[in-house]
T-cell receptor, first 111, second 116 residues
Framework: DAKTTQPPSMDCAEGRAANLPCNHSTISGNEYVYWYRQIHSQGPQYIIHGLKNNETNEMASLIITEDRKSSTLILPHATLRDTAVYYCIVRVGQNNRKLIWGLGTSLAVNP | EAGVAQSPRYKIIEKRQSVAFWCNPISGHATLYWYQQILGQGPKLLIQFQNNGVVDDSQLPKDRFSAERLKGVDSTLKIQPAKLEDSAVYLC??????????????FGSGTQLSVL
């Protein structure tokens, strides 16, 4: 079973920041949080990952709470092309080998 | 660089028929995954290869599904015989590392299978 819970859907206005929450209250100390997204009719695409520190790349920022029980993916200036299902995943197993995917959040960016 | 290639893009078969899917990973990627994604759900791992060896096939229904990765490059996933519940998108992914905290998966566009 997935170790994460996410809201099933969210809306965001184009040009505004999209903040996607994820709960992972049972995460272990050495387990990473990953975010992927899946645009309709395409395969998932890697976005970002982190352990305990906040991370930023060209696509997004990842904010992980100090107790590591939740995180937020931030798309700073959402565009229509960011409309997708966003998956928050905790990497589990020996050597952090497995990704267990949940149902994700369907983000709709509106003009 | 070229991405993960999958074919066919779509396949429609009748139950009890056989079907095969093909995947060509990104050049140089040692690890290859096959996932099954049922409509409205997240991907579910079927099998993981490292080069031409199987790392994890614990969720592969071995009575009807088989997969191979000869020569550690291309891979084929077969279903024989197909059931109605096999209707799904079959995704292939590859990575340059074997698991680990910093592994990034690169996915193909998938094969959408409809079993009638």
């Amino acid at each position: 079973d997935a170790k994460t819970t996410q809201p099933p859907s969210m809306d965001c206005a184009e040009g505004r920041a999209a903040n996607l929450p994820c709960n992972h209250s049972t995460i272990s100390g050495n387990e990473y949080v990953y975010w992927y997204r899946q645009i309709h009719s395409q395969g998932p695409q890697y976005i970002i990952h982190g352990l305990k520190n906040n991370e930023t790349n060209e696509m997004a920022s990842l904010i992980i709470t100090e107790d590591r029980k939740s995180s937020t993916l931030i798309l700073p200036h959402a565009t229509l092309r960011d409309t997708a299902v966003y998956y928050c995943i905790v990497r589990v197993g020996q050597n952090n080998r497995k990704l267990i995917w949940g149902l994700g959040t369907s983000l709709a960016v509106n003009p | 660089e070229a991405g993960v290639a999958q074919s066919p893009r779509y396949k429609i078969i009748e139950k009890r028929q056989s079907v095969a899917f093909w995947c060509n990973p990104i050049s140089g990627h040692a690890t290859l995954y096959w996932y099954q994604q049922i409509l409205g759900q997240g991907p579910k791992l079927l099998i993981q290869f490292q080069n031409n060896g199987v790392v994890d096939d614990s969720q592969l229904p071995k009575d009807r599904f088989s997969a191979e990765r000869l020569k550690g490059v291309d891979s084929t996933l077969k279903i024989q015989p197909a059931k109605l519940e096999d209707s799904a998108v079959y995704l292939c992914a590859s990575s340059s590392t074997v698991g680990g905290a910093n592994e990034k998966l690169f996915f193909g566009s998938g094969t959408q299978l409809s079993v009638l």
